[in-house]
């Protein structure tokens, strides 16, 4: 989620110079006695700014538009599933506002744009019965609902461990001493998760542990974990099926920058401003879905 909340940035910081950025027109925003500032005056300096990546981006919001379709119902499935990838609403809320967020129509436009450029890289790959019914068995059949203590070395877990031993609160425990900040104060709860969701050595634990129990020391690239598997599920078909076809038709999807160039070319975009004629070269993308 880190490079999503840097794109949600950079995206962010495009809408509102985008909104400004209305060449040609000398009205008067800004009046004073040391001189006034036109929307001209300001459009120039927009250009030096950043111009070309704000009309790159704005070319791309238009040409995707005009060969994709978003309805509100994907936007607000998006908006939910980032919540949930982020760690609930209190960690989207300051992401939001961190950058500088902040209005539900500036995020859905956002969204909208993350979307756009995830149908654009997917285009038209296919999946099959075969691969939906392998990747359910493999992966989505089967759920664990987990909490963790996150530690840095393997003392500090181990005596973490000899108080859960001996009948001490896990969830007071995470709360005092766990480094995963997203979710100690929740006592470390993971949620639910499928297999190949979390790194190999905290899977492979997590979903050997029955309902109830609580792991010893694992040691993964973040440090020391200790694993306490709350609930566990399996998923009918039915129920994972979409997720299963999006996750797999991610997994097919094409560059941007080999997907855009094609679609800027089919548009016959045509830049008037000289200054800002390299906004349609290809280059490597920073918007949401790369």
Known sequence: MKKWILSLGIAAGVLTLSACSSGGNSEVIMKSKAGNITQEDLYKELKKAGGEQVLRTMIEDKVLAANYKVSDKEIDKKIKETKEQMGGEDAFKQALKQNNIKSDKQLRELMKSQILREKAQMGDAKVSDKDIQ?????????????????????????????????????????????????????????????????????????????????????????????????????????DVKDQIVDDLKKSKAKPLEEVLPKLIKKEDVVIKDKDLKDAIKPQQSQIPGQ
């Open 134 to 238: 392998k990747a359910y068995n493999e992966k989505y059949k089967d759920e664990v609902k987990a909490s963790h203590i996150l530690v840095k070395d393997k003392k500090t877990a181990e005596e973490v461990k000899a108080k859960l031993d001996k009948g001490e609160d896990f969830v007071k425990l995470a709360k005092k001493y766990s480094q995963d900040t997203s979710n100690k104060d929740k006592g470390g709860d993971l949620g639910y998760f499928h297999k190949g969701q979390m790194v190999p050595e905290f899977d492979k634990v997590a979903f050997s542990l029955k309902k109830g129990e609580i792991s010893d020391p694992v040691k993964t690239q973040f440090g020391y974990h200790i694993i306490k598997v709350t609930d566990k599920k399996t998923n009918k078909l039915s």
